[in-house]
């Protein structure tokens, strides 16, 4: 193959056109933002969790970010942050963050792809299934400490070693 065609092959296959397939195949809920970026709904076990997956070409990085509503009282958030902390340092891949304006968890993960590699669709249904794992995992651990006053490591007790929820 020359460089020519491996090239026409790469622009060919656009990651976010995989993530598109896949949603199809799964009946979830998307929108095409652009060329770029889709949108869906995944329901879990404890909620729905909205997906965005992003391609940014210049930085030849796969984005996934999966956030859903979570706005734990102002005397709660030195805890909750705690229990943020202790939760990504469980984790491999990916991280969690909380955004106190859009009062929304989030959690993030990049697939690099430098050099003209392709993700396969394998690779993005992993993203996928291990961003709703992880929010499964851990959303009971939030909610104790933002709302019933129990302390972060307690918490993290609680938390469900393996979710089951659908991805």
């Given at each position: 193959m020359t460089l020519s065609e491996h090239e026409r092959l790469v622009d060919e296959i656009h990651p976010i056109d995989i993530v598109e397939t896949l949603a199809e195949h799964r009946?979830?809920?998307?929108?095409?933002?652009?060329?770029?970026?889709?949108?869906?709904?995944?329901?879990?076990?404890?909620?729905?969790?909205?997906?965005?997956?992003?391609?940014?070409?210049?930085?030849e990085t796969l984005r996934l970010i999966c956030t859903f509503e979570m706005d734990p009282p102002e005397a709660r958030m030195p805890a909750f942050?705690?229990?943020?902390?202790?939760?990504?340092?469980?984790v491999w891949s990916g991280g969690f963050t909380h955004w106190d304006e859009q009062n929304?968890?989030?959690w993030r993960y990049g697939l690099m792809l430098t050099g003209g590699q392709i993700a396969s669709s394998?690779?993005?249904?992993?993203?996928?299934?291990?961003?709703?794992?992880?929010?499964?995992?851990?959303?009971?651990a939030f909610q104790l400490v933002a709302w019933a006053d129990r302390a972060p490591e307690d918490a993290l007790k609680l938390a469900i070693t393996k979710a089951y929820g659908r991805a």
């Open positions: 009946a979830w809920d998307f929108d095409r933002v652009g060329d770029d970026q889709i949108a869906m709904a995944v329901e879990g076990q404890w909620r729905s969790y909205s997906l965005t997956l992003a391609w940014q070409p210049g930085e942050y705690e229990v943020i902390n202790r939760a990504n340092d469980l929304l968890m989030v394998e690779q993005i249904d992993q993203m996928i299934q291990c961003a709703v794992n992880a929010c499964e995992r851990f959303y009971p």
